[in-house]
């Protein structure tokens, strides 16, 4: 099961499907291309076009889903167990910017660094649609994954599991919780699902607050 949709209802995604070689994708023609053979095939025989398109598998460490024949047509990106350094991340944050129909966004056991995390509670809040986002397994020693939520005012689902998540950094998620609660909207109603299990979190005074209740003014 991905890391994003426990709890969460939302449409079929290729990226929740079981783990098969991806040897045929359509061409900017509408027409199936066999990578394995090098021709193309009976349109009347390929896979319903209307389908989300995926690169690579669960099994790779890079995988996208894209909507073919539209324009700015990434949907997901999924990383998981690949290493993203500097430079990695810098070029990602450029083409996450300018996805408008990316709504999902995975970084699974990629090893970020505090440094990292500020760059991307600067890039997330620009990705206008994103509103799925998990960073599981990101050990970060200055416990700051809270900055992610502080800025973003799209996102509907965080999960930050097997992160070695400490007091500290729930002390951080509060205070950027605060700041992110403030933005709430009836057209942005923001988060809601928070994964923060299998962490080191204790039951001690840095539990975080309920928010209070929203009131819509004139309502």
């Known amino acids: 099961m991905s890391p994003i949709t426990d709890n969460i209802t939302r ?5 929740d499907t079981s783990s098969k070689k991806t040897e045929r994708l359509f061409t ?4 199936e291309k066999d990578y394995g053979k090098g021709k193309d095939n009976d349109p009347a025989s390929a896979q319903d076009p209307s389908a989300p398109l995926v690169e690579g598998t669960e099994t790779k460490p890079l995988q996208v889903v894209y909507e073919p024949f539209t324009q700015n047509r990434v949907k997901e990106v999924a990383v998981r167990g690949w290493i993203v350094d500097r430079p990695v991340l810098e070029a990602l944050q450029k083409c996450f910017v300018v996805a408008e129909k990316l709504t999902t966004l995975i970084l699974v056991d990629c090893g970020l660094k505090g440094s990292d995390m500020i760059l991307l509670s600067d890039v997330i809040p620009r990705i206008p649609n994103l509103e799925f986002l998990a960073l599981d397994g990101n050990f970060i020693s200055e416990q700051n994954h809270g900055l992610v939520l ?3 005012s799209t996102l509907r689902s965080l999960t930050i599991r097997f992160a070695n998540l400490n007091d500290k ?4 998620l ?15 109603p923001g988060l809601e699902y928070l994964d923060l299990s299998r962490n080191k979190i204790t039951d001690g005074d840095t539990a975080i607050q309920p928010v209070p209740d929203y009131t819509i003014p004139g309502g």
């Open 169 to 172: 950094a729930l002390q951080n």
């Open 174 to 188: 509060s205070s950027s919780w605060k700041t992110y609660s403030r933005e709430w909207s009836p057209d942005q």
């Open 150 to 152: 502080s800025k973003s």
């Open 28 to 31: 900017s023609k509408g027409r």
């Open 11 to 15: 449409g079929a995604s290729a990226l």
